[in-house]
């Protein structure tokens, strides 16, 4: 079965600096990989996903990740934070029944300080 | 369109009680799923649908929880009878079997006492 490490907690970067958020996936094949976003008291709204090929995929908000499988990780990327990518973050992998069961990770808060 | 649409959005029941929550999913939408959100388990898959039929509860946790969706545009979920550790935040999320991205509603938040 699969499963998703997000190994951070909490995290926090200044407005205007750049962020990587850590996802580590255990599957023994190619995974699905997803990271999704939760604005407080909003459900979660899809960032970027991975099925195959390019491994480096742009998603909104100016959002990125990169499959790496040597690393089993799906990183997720930002160039320059905003206040408002304040949020938890989710990564998540389907694995046998590709993306019917999502196995989320533990998510990551984001804080923007100014 | 009004997107995933839950309700209500906060519950508050005493220890117990029945409580049933409400989704209407996506227009067109022929996939459901109910997850539940909590701070020690994190987002947990509990049942989810194909044209109104479970294909997969093994993420209920135990028998007082059930699930039903009469039509397509339709779906609760119960907890009979209620207990504290229900406590979680309760999404629907539905999806087109064309589509890979799930869509999901705000969430309701069940509180047990």
């Known amino acids: 079965a699969q499963s998703v490490t997000q190994p951070d907690i909490h995290i926090t970067v200044s407005e205007g600096a750049s962020l990587e958020l850590r996802c580590n996936y255990s599957y023994g094949a190619t995974p699905y990989l997803f990271w999704y976003v939760q604005s407080p008291g909003q459900g979660l709204q899809l960032l970027l996903k991975y099925f195959s090929g390019d491994t480096l995929v742009q998603g909104i908000k100016g959002f990125e990740a990169e499959f790496k499988r040597s690393q089993s990780s799906f990183n997720l990327r930002k160039p320059s934070v905003h206040w408002s990518d304040a949020a938890e973050y989710f990564c998540a992998v389907g694995g046998d029944t590709g993306f019917q069961k999502l196995v989320f990770g533990t998510g990551t808060r984001l804080l923007v300080s100014p | ?113």
């Open chain 2, 1 to 113: 369109d009004a997107g995933v649409i839950q309700s209500p959005r906060h519950e508050v029941t005493e220890m117990g009680q029945e409580v049933t929550l409400r989704c209407k999913p996506i227009s067109g939408h022929d996939y459901l799923f109910w997850y539940r959100q909590t701070m020690m388990r994190g987002l947990e898959l509990l049942i989810y649908f194909n044209n109104n039929v479970p294909i997969d509860d093994s993420g209920m946790p135990e028998d007082r929880f059930s699930a039903k969706m009469p039509n397509a545009s339709f779906s609760t979920l119960k907890i009979q009878p209620s207990e504290p550790r229900d406590s979680a935040v309760y999404f629907c999320a539905s999806r087109n079997s064309q589509a890979t991205e799930a869509f999901f509603g705000q969430g309701t938040r069940l509180t047990v006492v």
